[in-house]
């Protein structure tokens, strides 16, 4: 066995969006909304508001979600060189996207049949304590949706609007700051005009939102956790590039998702001037999506494999 070093022909697994601004603010975040949940659930019980109750309601499941986020944060970033993951954990804030969103829409089910219920069965309010509590919550959105805000901004290579992790807990945000604006609205109407339904009423609303919030953030993570492709335009210039050089031809072709924003691709290529594989890397080197590349090449001394003349 040779003794040669192979460090130059391995490539880098480590996928994994670091993220350690977010992660302490998801944190603080998580602490502001679970006093803020039990204040809310507690004076929506008291007072009778389903829309207090509704944003309490909320609050609890973005306590789960913000927990998830910050599991997800720490395990992608212990786990990154395990060797059990094939890929590394580039993966591990996606898949914590993907649950919160998943919470997020049975809670809008949930409160969408709570609302209903509370239509055709009223219950008392009492206005003026639901409506300071419901001031509450909102302050304490629109604090947390500051401190996430930033998730847009750049980090070294990797930008956290990529970050499906902190986005989801993001939306949690934001649906709680909806429903407390429409507790609001709702339980102001009803103190200066008596229009009592319309608390119940907001619920459904506010229900229909963040199921539209939670089915487009499903349908963002899912194809990246199902290794979803990358676009065809991208992948016809990938197969011309390389097809357009000498006689070559691509027997097998696949390039899925490793991560938010990177991708692995595995190239069979057929020629009969087969050359190193380190030359059919250079040929995709401006292709700057693709992070992890395996050739495979075959010598084929047929004329049918062979572009025409």
Known sequence: MHQHTIERWQQDHDFVIVNKRGEKRTRYVLALTAVTMLAEIIAGLAFGSMALLADGWHMATHVAAFLITLFAYRYATKHAENPAFAFGT??????????????????????????????????????????????????????????????????????????????????????????????????????????????????VVGALIISVW??????????????????????????????QDAD????????????????????????????ATAYYKQLLAEFDRLSHITIEVHRCEDEHCKHAE
């Open 214 to 243: 939670a089915i487009g953030l499903i349908r963002e993570t899912s194809p990246i956790l199902l290794d979803g492709s990358i676009d065809e335009d991208y992948q016809q210039a990938i197969k011309q590039r390389i097809e």
């Open 248 to 275: 070559n031809r691509i027997a097998d072709f696949h390039i899925w998702h490793i991560s938010p924003h990177h991708y692995a691709a595995i190239i069979t290529i057929v020629t009969a001037e087969p050359k």
């Open 90 to 203: 580039g993966k591990v804030s996606v898949l914590g996207g993907f649950t919160s969103a998943v919470a997020l829409g049975v809670v809008a089910v949930l409160m969408a049949l709570e609302s209903l219920e509370r239509l055709f069965n009223p219950h008392a309010i009492q206005l003026n304590a639901a409506i300071a509590v419901a001031f509450l919550g909102l302050a304490v959105n629109v604090a947390s949706a500051l401190l996430l805000k930033d998730h847009h901004h750049s980090h070294g290579e990797h930008e956290h609007h990529h970050d499906h992790n902190l986005r989801a807990a993001y939306v949690h945000v934001l649906a709680d700051a909806l429903t407390s604006v429409l507790a609001i609205v709702a339980l102001i109407a009803a103190k200066l005009a008596g229009l009592t339904w319309l608390d119940p009423v907001m619920g």
